[in-house]
């Protein structure tokens, strides 16, 4: 073990933070080590400070990375702590998705005082969210609603539903869990009809490649399972290409020795989408993701992503 403290890069938002703090609290567990063994290093990223626009329109999902593996790359930081919906599909050289904490709900809650539901909205009604996936999914379920765009953290979006910018708005379950918030959901959308981002619940860890000291002190913390049900959604997410600008949500499931696997892609206006459902050997995890990635593809033809990206 190091002397000095171990870094920890997270952003900083409040779940963030308890993401940051799970993860710490846990090497403290596997280790036996005290909280001054470890310190959270806060790192702003550009799309934390860049908040009135889409993430589509300054650079996409990079943008709550790019400064936090700069610093790990460079050896500032230990290790970083993410979302794994934030990661793109392709990382920096020299650094890996080292370890997957056990995954929360993976489910997106729908936050109201206007109705308890989705389906309880009023016609016209206005839901705010920033992400492309909730807006076309929202679109395909209710074409009869308003939907726009609504960017910020946690509380930050709470607070304008609150002031009435939107009379409805969608966030993760283990979000709101983590932050303890989970009592303000008015309703959960379950994930056979309202399929959840890749990555959706999950916190990953990425580290330096070769990094021996590292990889031994988060051995103990990875929750295997759901490293294969990433690794199969990472998967179907890089055959797809995708990124913000594109609506893809996808789940893989462990049972046993085997892993299932749903997925869709649409598009923004939710008219159209195609989905998939697939299975096969846990053990096959990447495999499974990449040729599901690759049937929808073909289903979908290349003019359907061709026509709005």
């Not at 936050?111 to 807006?135: F, H, W, Y």
């Not at 959960?188 to 309202?194: A, C």
């Amino acid at each position: 073990m190091q002397t000095k403290p171990f870094r920890i890069g997270t952003r900083g938002s409040p779940l963030a933070l308890a993401q940051a703090e799970e993860t710490r609290d846990r090497l403290m567990a596997a280790h036996g080590l005290e909280a001054d063994a470890f310190e959270i290093a806060v790192i702003s990223t550009k799309g934390d400070r860049v908040t009135d626009r889409p993430l589509a329109e300054i650079g996409g999902k990079g943008l709550f990375t790019e400064e936090i593996e700069a610093q790990l790359s460079d050896g500032r930081i230990d290790i970083a702590v993410h979302s794994s919906k934030d990661m793109p599909t392709v990382l920096p050289d020299g650094l890996y998705l080292s370890a997957f904490l056990p995954r929360e709900d993976v489910r997106d809650a729908f936050i109201s005082k206007n109705a308890p539901s989705l389906d309880a909205l009023p016609e016209g009604a206005v839901v705010g969210t920033s992400s492309l996936r909730r807006q076309a999914l929202v679109r395909r379920l209710r074409p009869d609603l308003k939907v726009v765009s609504l960017r910020g953290n946690v509380q930050t979006r709470m607070r304008k539903l609150e002031e009435g910018a939107v009379d409805a708005t969608l966030l993760a379950m283990a979000g709101l869990r983590r932050l303890g918030l989970e009592a303000h959901a008015s309703d959960v959308l379950e994930p056979d009809r309202f399929l959840p981002a890749l990555g959706q619940g999950a916190i990953c860890i990425e580290s330096r490649m070769d990094d021996s000291v590292v990889d031994d002190m988060l051995a103990p913390i990875n929750d295997e399972a759901t490293s294969l049900c990433l690794l199969c959604e990472r998967s179907f997410l890089a055959a797809l290409d995708g990124s913000c600008r594109t609506p893809i949500a996808g789940l893989a499931r462990i049972a046993g020795d085997n892993l299932s696997f749903a997925g869709m892609v649409l598009h923004p206006d939710g008219t159209q989408a195609f989905d998939i459902a697939a299975g096969g050997a846990a053990s096959d995890a990447a495999s499974l993701g990449h040729e599901a990635g690759m049937d929808i593809r073909s289903k979908a033809g290349e003019a359907f992503f061709e026509s709005w990206i």
